[in-house]
């Protein structure tokens, strides 16, 4: 929806900062400076096209201002709360938005459906709060510098002194777990928590959680049947509203049941007034989207476009998505989403639909299905090409983990969602979206969806094999079998087979061998060079940790050198 910016106990104007971002909101661009807070707003404009709903938005009676960036998706309901109390002005979500806060105060996170990253300010008492959505779609950061306070949708709009977080590389190194906790990549440069708000008040901060996904308990007496069907009726309400828009909207489709499932709901509800536009990512190899895409154009009715990536794409693009993502690319189909926004933006299209979280929820990886069938228990690290990720014996000095062992289903399935995948997945589809002014909306992660999913009996997930068995046998009233119940597919991207053949190789080979790369201090250099000779033979199907070599060295060349 935008890019929000501002500077609190001000000596300086925040108009500096909202210009490094306003890809995030191209459509009107505007600070205000007040005696204590300078705030700024980019807007891409979504809900109520009017001026009337440029932002920061202010309600002179209780003296308060709102910076919001996201979208509030029972915006309609809450306004039918709130217009007993209130008089409304615009017909947007940032004013329902306000108004509850007026209304409910920090409750007032609890009671909205949405992703946000949202700043209030009272004028009167010159306090603030700076909150995010509960699972971290919008992102928020912020940093101290010179006695002031300033944060901002993205990091690159902040002061910062351009020293690496040491600890937070040695954790992404040792163990490829990242974007978990409120540290970046960037020493004394902070995000805001999902679920979180933090309170700045004379140059005092508290920070505080209104929502923890980890109070889900399991419902073991619900039936089956009932939980199929309360299920497909959730699916398909949050699907209608997070389509509430006042511009087009379209999907990102793959081969997948997530994005076809939310094609199939689409159709089923008549929610699109013209023909759905549709964009598929394509590597060019036999691991192509784009022929199982093209397969259920003959189930629903809907424009499609692929853009195919070649490896000269990747490569050229490589050092600017670093640069908009401000953390390690988690792969090369993270890469290969640029293509996709930039073709989404080209068609004029500023909201997109995409299927992330069901696997996270609904047991969709096979590691799950091995924790619930007792085949598996401690080692549940990030998998890229199918195989275990990182590799420790190369970093110069071990990050130790503090995180429990021997979990159970449900709190693996939790955390899975909060540190390990579905987090830095928001992440990058947020930046690679919003790099091409594109919000992206996740309706499998409404907070309601998220919590039923959880509560299930753990045997609903599966059967005879197969994962996330009761969603798809929920969406299979209205898709066909051999769309809902096709095997997930590891193996989505060939970035182990590009990785070890050129241009790939020859650039992994230069960065490794440069003179900074050893003098990072991170990775043993010598160590490093032995293991991607060993790489090179062809019989390593992990490539993650090869991965990682190459967005440390680009990233402390983009931002420390």
């Known amino acids: ?30 600070t205000i400076n007040l005696k204590n807070a300078s705030l700024a707003f980019s807007r891409l404009s979504i809900i109520d096209l009017s001026e009337r709903s440029n932002q920061p938005l202010y309600d ?62 009272h004028a009167d008492t010159e306090k603030t709060i700076l909150a995010r959505d509960r699972f971290g779609q919008k992102p928020l950061f912020y940093t101290q510098a010179n006695e002031e306070f300033y944060f901002a949708s993205e990091i690159k709009a902040l002061p910062n002194d351009s020293q690496p977080n040491r600890e937070t590389w040695l954790k992404y190194l040792s163990s490829a777990v990242y974007d978990d906790d409120e540290n970046t990549f960037f020493k004394n440069i902070y995000q805001v928590e999902p679920s979180s708000y933090i309170v700045l008040q004379n140059s005092k901060i508290s920070k505080h959680k209104y929502y923890n996904i980890s109070n889900v308990q399991r419902d073991y007496s619900i039936t089956y049947q009932d939980a199929k069907d309360n299920l497909f009726n959730l699916i398909q309400d949050a699907i209608k509203i997070h389509t509430r828009s006042d511009v087009p909207y379209c999907l990102s489709l793959s081969s997948g049941f997530d994005s076809s499932a939310i094609l199939a709901s689409l159709s089923d509800q008549n929610l699109s007034k013209e023909k759905l536009n549709c964009f598929t990512l394509d590597f060019n190899e036999t691991l192509s989207e784009s022929i199982f895409a093209k397969e259920f154009s003959k189930n629903w009715d809907f424009k499609h476009s692929v853009h195919t990536i070649l490896q000269n794409d990747a490569l050229n693009m490589l050092s600017s998505s670093i640069y908009y993502q401000e953390s390690p690319l988690g792969g090369l189909l993270n890469l290969g989403q640029h293509y996709n926004f930039q073709e989404i933006h080209k068609k004029g299209f500023k909201v997109a639909l995409d299927g992330a979280g069901v696997d996270e929820v609904f047991c969709g990886y096979n590691t799950l299905l091995q924790k619930f069938e007792n085949k598996q228990h401690n080692n549940f690290k990030t998998q890229i090409d199918g195989t275990y990720s990182s590799n420790a014996d190369l970093v110069t000095q071990r990050w130790m983990s503090d995180k429990k062992e021997n979990l159970s289903l449900l709190e693996t399935q939790i955390q899975y969602l909060k540190t390990l995948k579905l987090n830095r997945g928001l992440r990058m589809k947020d930046r690679y979206s919003m790099n091409h002014s594109v919000e992206l909306r996740v309706p499998f992660i409404d907070h309601r969806l998220v919590e039923f999913g959880l509560s299930l009996n753990p045997s609903y997930y599966f059967k005879n094999g197969t994962t996330k068995y009761i969603i798809r046998d929920a969406m299979s009233k209205i898709m066909p079998h051999k769309t809902c119940f096709a095997k997930k597919k590891s193996i989505n991207a060939p970035q182990t087979k590009w990785l070890q053949k050129d241009p790939w190789l020859s650039f992994t080979k230069q960065l490794i061998n440069s003179p900074s ?11 490093v060079k032995l293991a991607h000779e060993n790489f090179d033979k062809k019989d390593i199907k992990n490539s993650f940790y090869v991965w990682q070599w190459i967005n440390m060295e680009m990233w402390h060349r983009i931002f420390i050198d």
């Not at 306000?98 to 996170?109: A, E, R, V």
């Not at 790369?517 to 160590?527: C, Q």
């Open 60 to 121: 002179a009676q209780n003296q308060v201002y709102i910076l919001f960036n996201g979208e509030i998706y029972n915006y309609l309901e809450l306004k039918q709360e709130l217009i007993r109390d209130f008089e409304f002005t615009t017909s947007s979500d940032t004013e329902v938005f306000l108004k509850s806060y007026i209304k409910w105060g920090t409750n007032c996170f609890n009671k909205v459906n949405g992703m946000f990253a949202v700043c209030f300010y």
């Open 1 to 30: 929806m935008c890019g929000i910016a501002g500077i609190i106990n001000k000596k300086s104007d925040a108009s500096s900062m909202i210009q490094k971002i306003t890809h995030r909101g191209p459509d009107h661009h505007q």
């Open 517 to 527: 790369f050893n003098d990072r201090g991170l990775l043993n250099a010598d160590k």
